[in-house]
T-cell receptor
Framework: GQQVQQSPASLVLQEGENAELQCNFSTSLNSMQWFYQRPGGSLVSLFYNPSGTKHSGRLTSTTVIKERRSSLHISSSQTTDSGTYLCALERNAGAKLTFGGGTRLTVRP | EAAVTQSPRNKVAVTGGKVTLSCNQTNNHNNMYWYRQDTGHGLRLIHYSYGAGSTEKGDIPDGYKASRPSQENFSLILELATPSQTSVYFC???????????FGSGTRLLVI
């Protein structure tokens, strides 16, 4: 079965609303990484988060290993936040990443 | 500025033909990766490398070969392209420490 499951698959917001993206995993992990992908573009790393909570501007990542989940919170969304958000599980330090299916976010003005 | 550059950006190939996707990195990273991205699947790992001369199979290696002739270059080879290999392909480099990854801009491949 799929080791990393993301939800929701898609999400539409009005500008200013908050978003909570979820990633659940079925295996042990060394860390969870979150990426942002521009429409039709490359991936940019947002967070490398082995456990606990990390903040970067309007973004917050929380990884709870015991509950096998990681979340990405976007506050006060902007139209420029539109794109696809991907979580990726790193099973062992320095190992390859296993990606979730992604959440496609659309923020409307 | 350190970067990962993929070529070509777009490619149309015929079924049964040979396709080579190229990737060059200036990050001096030991690790390099080839992924494909299809709707609903996120990114799936095809092949990866720990350094010049090494290639390892990823999660979906069938129908693909890889070559790492130098630290900077990592190629993905489709010897006999099939329509099921139509996808967007991403190359990435990494240190293997704290998952320090840099991705290329992708190659859009259409096999007809």
């Amino acid at each position: 079965g799929q080791q990393v499951q993301q939800s929701p698959a898609s999400l539409v917001l009005q500008e200013g609303e908050n978003a909570e993206l979820q990633c659940n995993f079925s295996t042990s992990l060394n860390s969870m990484q979150w990426f942002y992908q521009r429409p039709g573009g490359s991936l940019v790393s947002l967070f490398y988060n082995p456990s606990g909570t990390k903040h970067s501007g309007r973004l917050t990542s929380t990884t709870v290993i015991k509950e096998r989940r990681s979340s990405l919170h976007i506050s006060s969304s902007q139209t420029t936040d539109s794109g696809t958000y991907l979580c990726a599980l790193e099973r062992n330090a320095g190992a390859k990443l296993t990606f979730g299916g992604g959440t496609r976010l659309t923020v409307r003005p | 500025e350190a970067a990962v550059t993929q070529s070509p950006r777009n490619k149309v190939a015929v079924t049964g033909g040979k396709v080579t996707l190229s990737c060059n990195q200036t990050n001096n990273h030991n690790n390099m990766y080839w992924y494909r991205q299809d709707t609903g699947h996120g990114l799936r790992l095809i092949h990866y490398s720990y350094g010049a001369g090494s290639t390892e199979k990823g999660d979906i290696p069938d129908g693909y070969k890889a070559s790492r002739p130098s630290q900077e270059n990592f190629s993905l080879i489709l010897e006999l392209a099939t329509p099921s290999q139509t996808s967007v392909y991403f190359c990435a480099s990494g240190t293997g420490v704290n998952s320090d990854y840099t991705f290329g801009s992708g190659t859009r491949l259409l096999v007809i």
